[in-house]
């Protein structure tokens, strides 16, 4: 069975930092893409950071770059989100992804969700 558990969220202010984390398993974890993604109250879901499975390419949403950072361990099974310059326009809910795609099948699992409050 699939978990994703997403960790680190909370309150912080303006200007501050939060580190998420998103430990996988049940999954071979250096065979999945990464993806962190938001969703605010009346929002739709977006991505905001991805990262390949072997962290040679990340992508950023134009919203969050040069404030976030995505990385990963595959020895830990973990991938990471650092969060700095927060904005209060950065409170949502976020998701951490897992995605794979082998010739025509693709697996897709998601966290449940880890609260980031910016707010002074």
């Given at each position: ?25 049940g ?12 969703q ?13 499975s ?17 990385s990963?361990?595959n ?46």
């Amino acid at each position: 069975q699939v978990q994703l558990v997403e960790s680190g969220g909370g309150l912080v202010q303006p200007g501050g930092s939060l580190r998420l984390s998103c430990a996988a398993s049940g999954l071979t974890f250096n065979r999945y893409a990464m993806s962190w993604h938001r969703q605010a109250p009346g929002k739709e879901r977006e991505m905001v950071a991805r990262i390949t499975s072997f962290a040679t390419d990340t992508y950023y949403a134009d919203s969050v770059n040069g404030r976030f950072t995505i990385s990963r361990d595959n020895t830990k099974d973990t991938v990471y989100l650092q969060m700095n310059s927060l904005k209060p326009e950065d409170t949502a809910m976020y998701f951490c992804n897992a995605e794979r795609t082998q010739q025509s099948r693709k697996w897709y699992y998601w966290g449940q969700g880890t609260q980031v409050t910016v707010s002074s």
